[in-house]
């Protein structure tokens, strides 16, 4: 047994001292590895350098004798410690750490050990990197600021900063970076440093005297990587970096005026703002980012003829510039002309024959100007890219549809399978399987949409519901909808369509609760708010918070984001029915006539129909009756005459 046991400990040993050589062989190579890239060497140095690296005593003993003091980093159960004031602050040129051993449950507990050197030691930096790779970066940053702060330390300085960045807030960084600059003031490269962090750290009056030391320096200097990523998402702190950077002589530097410009033109002062771009454009006169820019402070102060010339005559300087081809192309969209617009997508795709994202532009404004032909030419073209089959089959579907070939666009459109464009490509399906009464086919497309893609399972449940209440079965509907909210609870659209199935009067109490909830999960759901009123008008006809809920609706202005078009005119329905239900005719008419003459509906025209009855007025009742037939084949029993509610 002692023998075996001899034995078993023995090739513990010899397993222990395996797996120690190819931990070391590891190293070693991640070291060289390392040297080679950080510091540009060639392999036989950085072979070199390792064997000269001093070796690591096994023992704190071992360090004693070998006169190698013990680094102030130790390890307390594998956990990194350190003086605090070496983790916060720098340590600056010349100081040497404590020595100092730590001991843990009476074992004595290691640290790192290196010869004290001027210039940092390639041992520490060999640490630091190997603590990096372990996921150590609080001990790799706390060698390298260290390590920085010796002399020739350019290199550590900018891999401390760069983990610094990684692992600290940028406050912190900035902190670091200034205390490094004010120990090396003349280091030009970290000017720009803390250029660039007091700019991200929003510390405005530091980044103008930093700036400022740099166009003394050099007025010309690229500013250009220093401004990458620094731009102010605030309106305050877009002001405070102006007021810092106005003070500086930008008149050399296209980087600083540019920026001032772009500023400048935020704020609504293209006037100014067009001084500055014109001098960083006469230091770089065809660099497309600059050209654009003074395009857009352009459209501020000078007819959009002008501008389409500064930018037509910017693009034949530049002919193989796509970005110009597309600035043009979409201010001609944004002008309402779409025929030039098209020649000219024409032209830039004949240009960049290869490049997808012109091919599909094009065939887009191509369906806009019902150029059908040259639309499915395009998108043909695009189908051969696999990364723009969905995009060239939806679209070939919708020009399908426009030529009404139906069977051909049912073909393209599933064939779609990209997620965010197959819900609304199976919804148009659906739509064609009903313009046949094909209500089976359209119903089985649902069920595969939900199958292949559970995501969209609530939806096809409301679009299964709203087929199903087309067919008068709005029982079965409800009972679809009520089994689909139990497997999707939280699912608001199933809820609100499930609530619009309720009559507002018989389930006044459960519909009630629902469109609370609702309004409970999203306050500022116009639709949900709507609903409400015109539950509560239902049940009451003079509710002052239904009527104030359905008139604050009407009275979103047109240019308000909660603006709907669609939203408006149910609000003005459900106004009008609670005026008719009153008899307050002239009110009816008041709310519809004008809607009604500009996108005329159903709903809108049934309501205005039984207000001019009430009025007595057989003219105007007896030429509404007509467009009614004529639109909507009103009164002939038409399923298209039911009013969907959602």
């Not at 003031?185 to 009056?205: Q, S, T």
């Not at 530097?253 to 540019?258: G, H």
């Not at 389409?308 to 193989?320: F, K, T």
């Not at 009123?533 to 239902?538: D, P």
């Amino acid at each position: 047994m002692i023998f075996f046991g001899s034995l078993f400990q023995s090739q513990r040993r010899s397993q222990r001292a395996h797996d120690d050589q190819s931990r070391l062989r590891d190293l070693l190579h991640l070291v060289i590895e390392r040297l080679c890239q950080r510091y540009k060497l060639t392999l036989s140095l950085a072979i070199c350098l390792c064997l000269s690296a001093p070796a690591t005593a096994s023992h704190p003993d071992d360090a004693l004798k070998a006169n190698i003091p013990i680094v102030s980093i130790t390890r307390q159960n594998d956990d990194v410690t350190s003086n605090s004031a070496a983790v916060n602050a720098p340590v600056y040129k010349n100081v040497q750490p404590v020595e100092t051993t730590t001991h843990t449950n009476g074992l004595a507990s290691v640290g790192l050990w290196q010869p004290e050197f001027s210039e940092p030691s390639l041992y520490a930096l060999l640490d630091a990197e190997f603590a990096a790779d372990r996921g150590d970066k609080r001990r790799a940053l706390t060698i390298y600021k260290q390590q920085s702060f010796k002399e020739d330390a350019t290199a550590v300085f900018e891999r401390a900063l760069s983990l610094s960045l990684r692992t600290e807030r940028v406050e912190d960084s900035l902190q670091f970076a200034k205390s490094w600059q004010d120990q090396y003031p003349d280091h030009v490269p970290a000017w720009f440093y803390v250029a660039h962090l007091a700019l991200r750290a929003h510390d405005y009056l530091l980044a103008g005297e930093t700036l400022n030391r740099i166009l003394r320096y050099d007025p010309r200097a690229d500013l250009s990587e220093i401004l990458i990523g620094i731009y102010p998402n605030n309106d305050e702190d877009k002001r405070e970096l102006l007021a810092a950077l106005q003070p500086l002589d930008s008149e050399q530097n296209a980087s600083l005026s540019v920026l001032k410009a772009g500023l400048l033109y935020q704020f609504n002062e293209p006037e100014i703002a067009i001084v500055h771009i014109n001098r960083a454009l006469a230091r770089q006169p065809d660099y497309v980012p600059f050209i654009t820019l003074k395009a857009d402070i352009l459209r501020k102060i000078v007819t959009a003829e002008t501008v389409i010339n500064y930018v037509s005559q910017a693009r034949l300087r530049n002919p193989d510039s796509k970005s110009l081809y597309l600035y043009e192309i979409r201010y001609l969209l944004d002008l309402k002309q779409s025929q030039e617009a098209w020649q000219l997508l024409i032209e830039a795709h004949n240009r960049f024959s290869d490049d997808a994202e012109i091919t599909l532009l094009a065939a887009l404004v191509s369906l806009d100007n019902e150029k059908y032909a040259s639309a499915d030419q395009l998108l043909n073209v695009l189908a051969k890219s696999p990364a723009y089959l969905d995009q060239a089959y939806y679209y070939l579907g919708i020009s399908a549809e426009r030529q009404q070939r139906f069977e051909q666009a049912k073909y393209y459109l599933n064939g779609v399978m990209q997620e965010d464009l197959v819900l609304e490509a199976r919804r148009k399906v659906v739509a064609f399987e009903l313009l046949n009464d094909n209500v089976d086919a359209a119903i089985a497309t649902l069920e595969k949409l939900r199958k292949d893609f559970p995501v969209f399972a609530p939806d096809t449940f409301v679009l299964q519901a709203d087929i199903l209440w087309q067919q008068n079965d709005a029982a079965e509907a409800l009972r679809l909808l009520t089994r689909a909210a139990r497997k999707y609870p939280d699912n608001e659209a199933l809820l609100f369509a499930r609530a619009q199935l309720l009559d507002d009067q018989s389930d006044y109490i459960v519909k009630r609760a629902l469109l609370n909830h609702l309004q409970a999960l999203d306050p500022s759901n116009l639709s949900y708010q709507l609903s409400y009123a015109q539950l509560l008008l239902a049940n009451e006809r003079n509710s002052e918070q239904g009527l104030a809920l359905a008139q604050a609706i009407i009275q979103i202005h047109y240019d308000d984001p909660r603006y709907d078009n669609e939203l408006h005119l149910q609000a003005l329905n459900v106004l009008a029915s609670n005026a008719l239900a009153n008899k307050n005719y002239q009110q009816v008419i008041d709310y519809l006539q004008t809607p009604y003459d500009v996108l005329p509906t159903l709903r809108s025209g049934t309501l205005l129909l039984r207000a001019y009855q009430g009025l007595g007025n057989n003219e105007r009742v007896e030429t509404l009756l007509a467009d009614l037939q004529q639109r909507f084949s009103f009164g002939q029993h038409n399923i298209n005459d039911r009013i969907q509610l959602y």
